[in-house]
């Protein structure tokens, strides 16, 4: 038979990095947004779509760029390349106009409900 004895000891440590572990997957309730939190989020939704068209936009030309670059320089194909050189740039080129385009767009989607939420906060209501 073995002399194994159970031991604990407290660590307030360890039991404050538990609990802050474990409040991670408690749900907790859901408290109503407030109306500055809502027009945050309003705002973010307004703007995202404008910054995720000129990204995409921006990586496709970049890489049609990099790609006639590479028919350019390895393969020997000097039309086909200058061509996927010039379409790749024009598009990149174009990122930075198609972000603010549908970023216009969005706003003016959310624009009324900004609006009066705005004048809602600054009127204190």
Known sequence: ????????????AKNSEVD???????????????DLEQLR?????????GAFAGIAVGLTGILILT???????SFSHFA????????GFALAASATPVSKAVTKQSRAKYRDEI?????KIKNGK
């Open 1 to 12: 038979m073995s002399d194994e004895k159970f031991t604990y000891s407290y660590s307030p």
């Open 20 to 34: 802050r572990i474990a409040s991670k997957y408690i749900s907790a309730p859901k408290k109503p947004d407030s």
């Open 41 to 49: 989020r309003l705002d973010r939704k307004a703007e995202l779509p």
């Open 67 to 73: 790609g006639g670059v590479i028919l350019l320089l």
């Open 80 to 87: 086909a390349g200058a061509a996927a050189g010039i379409i």
């Open 115 to 119: 609006l009066a939420l705005s004048e």
